[in-house]
């Protein structure tokens, strides 16, 4: 079985740098609503060294099939809190999606 990884970039605005730490922590509100779903494994957020400014979040799932279902189950709670966060933020792309290397 392979595991489902994704990873996000986003430049934070500077007055919201806290505020994005504490939703996309290790317990913020992406995790707590992360782990209301079966086959959520963890996020990490990570922050560039050069630029305080550029995060980057890596969510693993135990599979595809996983996070497919979680975005159908939650959708309007996914919608809602990608809402609110992205006021923080200056610009957010998508990495890429993976799979794990046993």
């Known amino acids: 079985m392979t595991g489902y990884v994704y990873l996000w970039e986003f430049i934070v605005a500077r007055e919201h740098v806290r505020d994005f730490e504490r939703a996309y922590g290790r ?4 995790v707590q609503l992360f782990r209301r779903a079966p086959g959520y494994l963890r996020t990490e957020l990570i922050r560039d060294h ?4 550029r995060f980057v979040t890596i ?3 135990e ?3 996983a996070y497919d279902a979680f975005r159908s189950q939650f959708a309007k709670e996914f919608t809602a809190l990608d809402a609110k966060c992205a006021a923080w933020t200056t610009s957010e792309k998508e990495i890429g999606r993976f799979i794990t290397v046993e």
């Open 27 to 30: 317990d913020g509100e992406w």
């Open 50 to 53: 050069a630029n305080s400014v």
């Open 59 to 61: 969510d693993y799932w």
């Open 63 to 65: 599979s595809k099939a």
